[in-house]
């Protein structure tokens, strides 16, 4: 089969072993898969990435769980955002038949453990034509809900869960810095919570425009306002909870010095460099920061609900569409934020 495969380094375009599903696996063919900033990272930092993911799991005692685990130096077909199409169901599955369409947690069983599709080296990824999932944990698109759509279940469960995990209720208003794809799913899941008001920071016009599609009640370019000084501005009166979704070096550190004292900073972006703080600050000011991760698997099946009964609208988002042989290309296009939010490959 035909699929992008991350080899040396390069993005390359190549034939790979058809996989055969196992016990309990179902073999599917990928109908829609978005390009994840993780995918992004992963091209141009793929040794930092598994570095990082091995100390984080052996300081944490086994208690820590992450997707970054494959090997570099062999073969890899990204691609973890998707919906696809049962093509056939293997021994001993269940509660799937063939011609479903469905969408799944990015994960699948074998004898040897849990293996992340999309970032093993065994289970290829949705920049293939076809995948090995687990059927226990497959969930069927509801509604004919189109494949692109359903295929953003991942990323806007992501940003379901940093709101979950903050606690933010009604009565209190949040800040979001950084309106990219987590960002804009951190938006559209405090409007579904009822929260206002919403303000969001980004430096891309393109991206501003996005967040007030999602939800957002105010939006600011920083170099003009501070982000801060917005909600001042807008609000000013309720407790505030700080989103933090830019995921570069010095964001953290802003955002405790301009949060107002006990206020709660939820970190979603994901920096894969050395950053720093001044714990003063947050002592000062008795602020919590508190880290996101992924989603939980009820948080997934909502997130996939709440797509297909049009109460969270994805189809703003997706900005762009490509086969396999323009994944390479579509990376560079993401390198340029009012040129895209979300590209989505079809094999």
């Given at each position: 089969?035909?699929?992008?495969?991350?080899?040396?380094?390069?993005?390359?375009?190549?034939?790979?072993?058809?996989?055969?599903?196992?016990?309990?696996?179902?073999?599917v063919?990928?109908?829609a898969?978005?390009?994840?900033?993780?995918?992004?990272?992963?091209?141009?930092?793929a040794?930092?990435?598994?570095?990082?993911?091995?100390?984080?799991?052996?300081?944490?005692g086994?208690?820590?769980?992450?997707?970054?685990?494959?090997?570099?130096?062999?073969?890899?077909?990204?691609?973890?955002?998707?919906?696809?199409?049962?093509?056939?169901?293997?021994?001993g599955?269940?509660g799937?038949s063939?011609?479903?369409?469905?969408?799944?947690l990015?994960?699948?069983?074998?004898?040897?453990?849990?293996?992340?599709?999309?970032?093993?080296?065994?289970?290829?990824?949705?920049?293939?034509?076809?995948?090995?999932?687990?059927?226990?944990?497959?969930?069927?698109?509801?509604?004919?809900?189109?494949?692109?759509?359903?295929?953003?279940?991942?990323?806007?469960?992501?940003?379901?869960?940093?709101v979950?995990?903050?606690e933010?209720?009604?009565?209190?208003?949040?800040?979001?810095?950084g309106?990219?794809?987590?960002g804009l799913?951190?938006i559209?899941?405090?409007?579904?919570?009822?929260?206002?008001?919403?303000v969001?920071?980004?430096?891309?016009?393109?991206?501003?425009?996005?967040?007030?599609?999602?939800?957002?009640?105010?939006?600011?370019d920083p170099?003009?306002e501070?982000?801060?000084d917005?909600?001042?501005?807008?609000?000013?009166?309720?407790?505030?909870?700080i989103?933090?979704?830019?995921?570069v070096?010095?964001?953290?550190d802003?955002?405790?010095?301009?949060?107002?004292?006990?206020t709660?900073?939820?970190?979603?972006?994901?920096?894969?460099?050395?950053d720093?703080?001044q714990?003063?600050m947050?002592?000062?000011?008795?602020l919590?920061?508190?880290?996101?991760?992924?989603?939980?698997?009820?948080e997934?099946?909502?997130?996939l609900?709440?797509?297909?009964?049009?109460?969270?609208?994805?189809?703003?988002?997706?900005?762009?569409?490509?086969?396999?042989?323009?994944?390479?290309?579509?990376?560079?296009?993401?390198?340029?934020p009012d040129?895209?939010?979300?590209?989505?490959?079809q094999?």
């Open positions: 089969m035909k699929a992008e495969i991350l080899r040396g380094g390069e993005m390359v375009v190549d034939d790979v072993p058809d996989p055969v599903p196992g016990e309990g696996q179902v073999l063919q990928t109908k898969c978005g390009i994840c900033g993780s995918d992004l990272h992963a091209a141009k930092h040794d930092r990435m598994v570095e990082m993911t091995k100390d984080a799991v052996e300081s944490a086994g208690g820590a769980t992450s997707m970054f685990g494959f090997d570099t130096g062999r073969d890899l077909v990204m691609g973890h955002e998707f919906a696809a199409e049962v093509l056939e169901v293997g021994p599955a269940a799937v063939q011609g479903q369409t469905v969408v799944s990015p994960v699948v069983a074998d004898q040897r453990g849990i293996h992340a599709v999309g970032y093993s080296n065994d289970y290829p990824g949705g920049y293939a034509e076809r995948m090995l999932l687990s059927a226990g944990i497959c969930l069927p698109v509801p509604n004919g809900l189109d494949t692109v759509h359903a295929a953003l279940t991942e990323p806007m469960a992501v940003g379901l869960h940093a979950n995990r903050s933010i209720a009604p009565g209190t208003a949040a800040l979001v810095f309106a990219g794809p987590v799913a951190v559209a899941a405090l409007r579904m919570k009822g929260i206002e008001p919403i969001a920071a980004d430096f891309s016009a393109r991206r501003r425009e996005l967040a007030t599609t999602m939800g957002a009640d105010e939006v600011i170099r003009e501070p982000a801060i917005a909600w001042r501005r807008v609000d000013g009166r309720h407790p505030l909870v989103f933090e979704a830019v995921g070096p010095g964001v953290i802003q955002a405790m010095r301009a949060a107002p004292s006990q709660q900073i939820m970190v979603v972006g994901v920096c894969m460099e050395t720093h703080m714990p003063f947050g002592i000062t000011k008795e919590t920061v508190k880290f996101s991760m992924a989603y939980d698997p009820m997934f099946a909502s997130t609900q709440s797509i297909a009964d049009g109460e969270l609208d994805v189809d703003p988002l997706v900005t762009g569409t490509v086969g396999i042989d323009d994944v390479p290309q579509a990376f560079a296009d993401l390198a340029n040129a895209h939010a979300k590209i989505v490959v094999p």
